[in-house]
């Protein structure tokens, strides 16, 4: 009990962060997680272009908390990993004939006050990349895409719990 009302407490600090200072990342609508939950009419080409947006936003955001606040754990472990994520998707667009976005995200990056605050953001930021994906993996997907998500959803996952234990 008291683990969840640890867990409660950090998300509800998480809400309260993103609702009066935005996320880590300047989300625009119709750019990565939150553009795809907020898309009703989700087509393949749309899918990629959201999922590895989300993938540039958080390899963006954490290369710039590890720049602001030195090489400190999970980021120095994540932002690898999201890197392997950009890498996983691109061969996707080129299969189905898509080209690859370009990588802005470095030009929307809005860093927290605090590396703790930053935590707290990174557990939302997890939390909708997951919910991106339970939408993705929803639709009629090529077995290839199929794979990938749900790897980049168990991936997320994990980072997720790191942030997690961070935050608490």
């Given at each position: 009990m008291k683990r969840?009302?640890?867990?409660l407490t950090v998300l509800l600090l998480a809400f309260t962060l993103v609702g009066s200072m935005g996320a880590v990342m300047a989300e625009e609508p119709g750019y990565?997680?939150?553009g795809?939950?907020?898309?009703?009419?989700?087509?393949?080409?749309?899918?990629?272009t959201y999922a590895i947006q989300d993938e540039y936003a958080a390899e963006?955001?954490?290369?710039?908390?590890?720049?602001?606040?030195?090489?400190?754990?999970p980021y120095t472990n994540i932002v690898k990993a999201e890197t392997k994520h950009i890498a996983a998707l691109v061969p996707l667009f080129e299969a189905n004939g898509f080209a690859v976005p370009v990588n802005d995200a470095t030009s929307r990056v809005?860093?927290?006050?605090?590396?703790?605050?930053?935590y707290v953001i990174g557990v939302q930021a997890e939390i909708m990349n997951i919910d991106m994906?339970?939408?993705f993996l929803d639709q009629e997907l090529p077995?290839?895409?199929?794979?990938?998500?749900?790897?980049?959803?168990?991936?997320?996952?994990s980072h997720l719990l790191a942030f997690q234990r961070k935050a608490e």
């Amino acid at each position: 009990m008291k683990r969840l009302s640890k867990l409660l407490t950090v998300l509800l600090l998480a809400f309260t962060l993103v609702g009066s200072m935005g996320a880590v990342m300047a989300e625009e609508p119709g750019y990565g997680s939150a553009g795809a939950l907020a898309d009703d009419n989700l087509i393949l080409a749309e899918m990629l272009t959201y999922a590895i947006q989300d993938e540039y936003a958080a390899e963006a955001e954490y290369t710039k908390i590890i720049e602001t606040y030195g090489l400190v754990r999970p980021y120095t472990n994540i932002v690898k990993a999201e890197t392997k994520h950009i890498a996983a998707l691109v061969p996707l667009f080129e299969a189905n004939g898509f080209a690859v976005p370009v990588n802005d995200a470095t030009s929307r990056v809005v860093l927290p006050g605090t590396l703790k605050e930053s935590y707290v953001i990174g557990v939302q930021a997890e939390i909708m990349n997951i919910d991106m994906y339970n939408r993705f993996l929803d639709q009629e997907l090529p077995d290839s895409v199929r794979i990938v998500f749900e790897s980049l959803k168990k991936a997320s996952e994990s980072h997720l719990l790191a942030f997690q234990r961070k935050a608490e």
